[in-house]
């Protein structure tokens, strides 16, 4: 049983204002895996407090002071790896190989880019007599989500730190077990005192203190389009930035050529990994009405093949995070097929064998149209939605007729055409053939929320730009 009912505020591990306890269920096994404390606004105000004052020196590090912490950061993250990965299979149910590996790895690949971007980033430049400078914004609000514990805060928490920012984390109450090892992670590293703050809670009680607080700069939230929308909202009146990587319901563009049923293998297969709760997963599938049938088999083939629960496979997928969420993919599930889709594979209810965890049969509609609600929703479980297109101009027509732009998707040994439907897709990250890349800056149109996360784009966001004019007299040595 784990237990983390104190939070880290101003280089210690504190006692809550009014301590409230929480249990943290593990939707593997259905039973209490560990407790935490729920803060308020109080706890809130204590952390602000600490990150104003820890901004005054934090601000006016150096390069290398940053680079030095990062460093130090990377090497304990990797000594704790084994303890990261533990938390994150307790938390949500991660099977050991998906926990010890992306949760793991993608977190560590975001801070070493981070110190890659650092070395080289332009903090200043000259343009004419004026000086252009990047400053670190302030005091941050960070709140992030339960489906990627630890990468979503790894993409917030580092480049924060490389700018010179100070910040209270709120993770998710759902999964509160891997920030709080990463905290001591931080801590263990030397991240000066106040510089991270973290106070664990819910939504009404942290994450909307810290959206209102006066004292905070900034709020990166990553969630729900429906609570990123409340986190501006209160955010407005004290005019603090706000960035937002919300929620998608992302097209899959499988063109009609030679490399059709591979890019539809493909297409289910990423569909799939941590059993679908990813904001960016590709799950409008779109194939050529002529090629419907072939796609089903296929599709169906892949599915059926998804392991689901076992622990000794490596490819296995674990449970949805939590009972809310089970009920929630559930419902969705018989609303496809209330409103006429075809189930190919899976469906309602958990997998055969599994009686006990909240398990989701990795399942695959066929004859959906685009205003179903399973094609418009987000459903975040190991559900795909195949619609069919007639010519490549619907395919893109169908594409963009979704609220959200966070990723897309183009599929098809034809790279030329691919290319060119790629720049139509209304989203802030598209990829070809399922390609990945780190530095590629990471965030959404529409309703999928504003500003980008990764690499270089991920620290313009902590950064205020200071034009200093006559900093360089006319004719004076540069």
């Known amino acids: 049983m784990r237990e983390y009912l104190k939070f880290y505020i101003d280089g210690q591990w504190v006692d809550p204002v009014q301590p409230r306890a929480f249990d943290v269920e593990n939707p593997a096994t259905e039973e209490v895996s560990g407790r935490i404390s729920l803060g308020g606004d109080a706890d809130v105000d204590r952390a602000v407090d600490a990150a104003r004052r820890a901004f005054t020196g934090w601000s006016q590090s150096t390069r290398g002071e940053r680079l030095e912490l990062l460093q130090a950061i990377l090497a304990e993250y990797q000594r704790r790896s084994g ?89 998710s109450e759902v999964a509160p077990f891997s920030p709080c090892v990463f905290t001591e992670v931080l801590d263990a590293a030397g991240v000066p005192a106040g510089v991270v703050n973290l106070v664990n809670g819910d939504g009404p009680g942290v994450g909307t203190a810290l959206s209102r607080h006066p004292g905070i700069d900034m709020v990166s939230f990553t969630g729900s389009t429906r609570a990123g929308v409340d986190v501006a909202v209160n955010a407005a009146p004290t005019v603090k930035r706000v960035t937002q990587e919300l929620g998608g319901k992302s097209p899959n563009i499988v063109l009609d050529d030679a490399a059709f049923a591979d890019s539809v293998r493909a297409g289910v297969t990423y569909m799939m990994p941590n059993s679908g709760q990813s904001c960016n997963a590709p799950s409008r599938m779109l194939v050529p009405n002529s090629r419907m049938a072939e796609a089903i088999g296929i599709a169906h083939e892949i599915a059926d093949g998804v392991s689901v629960g076992d622990l000794d496979d490596p490819k296995a997928i674990g449970p949805v995070a939590s009972r809310a969420q089970f009920d929630r993919v559930q419902r969705l599930i018989a609303s496809g097929i209330d409103d006429g889709a075809t189930v190919v594979a899976g469906g309602a209810g958990r997998p055969d064998g599994l009686d006990r965890g909240y398990y989701v049969k990795p399942t695959v509609f066929a004859d959906v149209i685009n205003d179903m609600t399973i094609a418009r929703e987000e459903i975040f479980g190991p559900v795909l939605c195949i619609l069919g297109y007639d010519d490549i101009e619907e395919a893109i027509e169908i594409a963009n007729d979704t609220e959200y732009g966070l990723a897309g998707y183009v599929s098809g040994a034809d790279l030329d055409q691919a290319r060119a439907v790629a720049r139509r897709i209304r989203a802030g990250w598209v990829t070809i053939n399922h390609a990945f890349d780190l530095n590629a800056p990471f965030g959404g149109y529409k309703r999928s929320g504003n500003g980008r996360e990764w690499s270089q784009a991920g620290f313009e966001e902590y950064l205020e730009t200071k034009s200093t004019l006559g900093h360089t007299p006319e004719g004076a040595a540069q």
């Open 83 to 171: 303890d990261l990965a533990e938390a994150v299979s307790a938390e949500i149910g991660a099977p050991p190989a998906l926990a010890a590996g992306p949760h793991i790895q993608l977190p560590l690949g975001h801070l070493t880019t981070a110190i890659e971007v650092l070395n080289s980033f332009a903090f200043e430049e000259r343009v004419g007599e004026t000086l252009i400078a990047k400053e670190p914004i302030g005091v941050c609000g960070l709140i992030t989500p339960w489906n990627w514990p630890l990468n979503q805060i790894a993409v917030k928490v580092f480049p924060a730190l490389a700018t010179g920012c100070t910040m209270i984390l709120k993770p």
